[in-house]
């Protein structure tokens, strides 16, 4: 299957800081990225769809401003958590969409990122 | 609304056979999806369904009824390994991916 490559894997932070987490599609174009957040024993929750070259489409609920996506290529998008507070502590999971002549849209996940905020 | 239901938890025996189970009501239907989760990681995709009837891929194999609204994931030979919480998922008309909230299997010696 297809490869997704998230970086970093866990970063601890201070309250206050921001930061950036990176999702790559390795072996294949992804014109449609995914950024969900799982807390603790919770289902995986849709953050927001990002499209290269456009902007994000946020979920009810989640700030815009406090979660910056960046999809500048068909292989990257950047999730960036700004001004980060220990509430925002969670893991973080990217995916990305390949699209198969003939064959079904298929969504692989990256590694995920566990983010700490002291 | 959209819903995906399946069991939270279920408990089976090393080399045995256990069925999970996912309902799911959506706006459209482009696809059923399973997913492993292990405790910690990433889901990792597993199968996927569009039309009726059973797709077999080793030790796993994934049913659909599209007219019932009904899938299961089937799971032979059971090792410990497979303790981890299994995703359904559907592709609904906007080929959005609805997510069930998992169930957790949990394998006994």
């Known amino acids: 299957g297809a490869v997704v490559s998230q970086h970093p894997s866990w970063v601890i932070c201070k309250s206050g800081t921001s930061v950036k987490i990176e999702c790559r599609s390795l072996d294949f174009q992804a014109t449609t990225m995914f950024w969900y957040r799982q807390f603790p024993k919770q289902s995986l929750m849709l953050m927001a769809t990002?499209?290269?070259?456009?902007?994000?489409?946020?979920e009810q609920g989640v700030e815009k401003d406090k979660f910056l996506i960046n999809h500048a290529s068909l292989t990257l998008s950047t999730l960036t958590v700004t001004s980060a507070h220990p509430e925002d502590s969670s893991f973080y999971i990217c995916?990305?969409?390949?699209?198969?002549?003939?064959?079904?849209?298929?969504?692989?996940f990256g590694p995920g990122t566990r983010l700490t905020v002291l | 609304g959209q819903n995906i239901d399946q069991p939270t938890e279920m408990t089976a025996t090393e080399g045995a056979i256990v069925q999970i189970n996912c309902t799911y009501q959506t706006s459209g239907f482009n696809g059923l999806f399973w997913y492993q989760q292990h405790a910690g990681e990433a889901p990792t995709f597993l199968s996927y369904n569009v039309l009726d009837g059973l797709e077999e891929k080793g030790r796993f194999s994934s049913f659909l009824s599209r007219s019932k609204g009904y899938s299961y994931l089937l799971l032979k030979e059971l090792q410990m390994k497979d303790s981890a919480s299994y995703l359904c998922a559907v592709m609904d008309s906007n080929y959005q991916l609805i997510w069930g909230a998992g169930t957790k299997l949990i394998i006994k010696p």
């Open positions: 995916s990305a969409r390949e699209r198969l002549a003939g064959g079904p849209d298929t969504q692989y």
């Open positions: 990002s499209n290269e070259g456009s902007k994000a489409t946020y």
